[in-house]
């Protein structure tokens, strides 16, 4: 199988076992009373087992990712199944933003009944930079399915991964008092691999490719994301979870596509000039 296909693929079905060991340790391993993960409980080892070799073998698997092509032309793909995944994905970052503004108010009404907790800034920071993220992705997936550099394409490239920096601190205030870090450190953890995603696309507008370390980091953050809805998140960061994966796979298969090609129609051998005859 290709690996356009195969490594997306894969990151899928391991978001998707991640999902199912996640169910099955929060059911068998979880305390409700203390709020703490029983040591040793082969349901935790299961979930721990799957994540290391997923990280372990996506490792292994895009060290032999190559992609030529540089600057917009690394994401050209017209594919329609990659239209459809940034056209949902657009819609998804722009339904996040709704929501994160209904979220916003549950956040500030908790802010004003207790004390010490921080202002959610973090939060309406994210609402506010996830609407202009869904219309980046938008077209963004149009320029790249056309195989035509976007206007303001640097800009386009930068803003999701604009809109993830807040939520990630926004993530880890709202978590910080957990008295598990295994509660949300799947989704921690999966927020920073996101992050470096899409700034490693992002790098590509500044000529600056790192191919191995954008796919490698965008579908190990699938797997996590994936695994992270298991915990049955509000519906805000579930969408916002969702916007990312789409995102990421997307981009993933745009680059592993175009590696593909150039390996399959290397350029031509140049004729020796005159003067080095």
Same mark, same amino acid.
């Given at each position: 199988m290709r690996?356009e296909?195969?490594? @997306? ?8 076992a991640?999902f199912?060991? /996640? ?6 391993a ?8 029983r040591?040793?409980? @082969? ?5 721990l ?9 996506l490792?292994?698997?895009?060290l ?7 600057g917009? +032309?690394?994401?050209?793909?017209p594919e329609?199944g990659y239209?459809? $995944?940034?056209?949902?994905?657009g ?12 979220e916003?108010r ?10 010490? &907790? @921080?202002?959610?800034?973090?939060? &309406?920071?994210?609402?506010l930079?996830? &609407?202009?993220?869904?219309a980046?992705?938008l077209?963004?997936?149009k320029?790249n399915y /056309?195989?035509?550099r ?8 930068t803003l999701?991964?604009?809109?993830? &920096?807040p939520?990630l ?24 691999c996101?992050e ?10 500044f ?9 490698y980091?965008s ?6 994301l994936l ?7 509000g ?13 990421? $796979? ?10 593909? +090609?150039e390996?399959?129609?290397? +350029?031509?051998?140049?004729?020796p000039? +005159?003067?080095? /005859?």
């Amino acid at each position: 199988m290709r690996k356009e296909i195969l490594l @997306p693929a894969l990151a899928v079905v391991g978001g998707g076992a991640g999902f199912a060991l /996640r169910t099955w340790q929060l059911s068998a391993a979880f305390d409700e009373t203390t709020l703490l993960f029983r040591s040793g409980a @082969p349901s935790t080892m299961a979930l721990l087992i799957l994540l290391t070799a997923a990280a372990a073998g996506l490792l292994l698997l895009v060290l032999g990712v190559k992609a030529p092509r540089q600057g917009a +032309e690394a994401f050209f793909c017209p594919e329609t199944g990659y239209m459809t $995944l940034m056209t949902a994905a657009g819609f998804l970052w722009i339904a996040a933003g709704l929501l994160g503004f209904l979220e916003m108010r549950t956040q500030l009404a908790l802010w004003r009944m207790q004390t010490g &907790l @921080p202002f959610p800034l973090m939060l &309406l920071l994210t609402a506010l930079l996830c &609407l202009p993220a869904g219309a980046g992705a938008l077209m963004l997936g149009k320029g790249n399915y /056309r195989c035509t550099r976007p206007a303001a394409y640097p800009l386009l490239a930068t803003l999701p991964a604009y809109a993830l &920096l807040p939520w990630l601190v926004a993530v880890y205030q709202i978590n910080s008092r957990q008295p598990a870090l295994m509660l949300f450190a799947i989704t921690m953890v999966g927020v920073v691999c996101a992050e470096l995603g899409l700034y490693m696309a992002a790098c590509f507008a500044f000529d600056r490719p790192k191919p191995r370390l954008c796919i490698y980091f965008s579908l190990l953050a699938v797997v996590l994301l994936l695994t992270s809805l298991a915990d049955r998140p509000g519906l805000f960061t579930a969408v916002m979870s969702m916007a990312c994966v789409l995102l990421l $796979l997307a981009q993933s298969w745009a680059l592993l596509r175009g590696g593909a +090609e150039e390996k399959k129609n290397p +350029e031509p051998a140049q004729e020796p000039q +005159e003067s080095d /005859r």
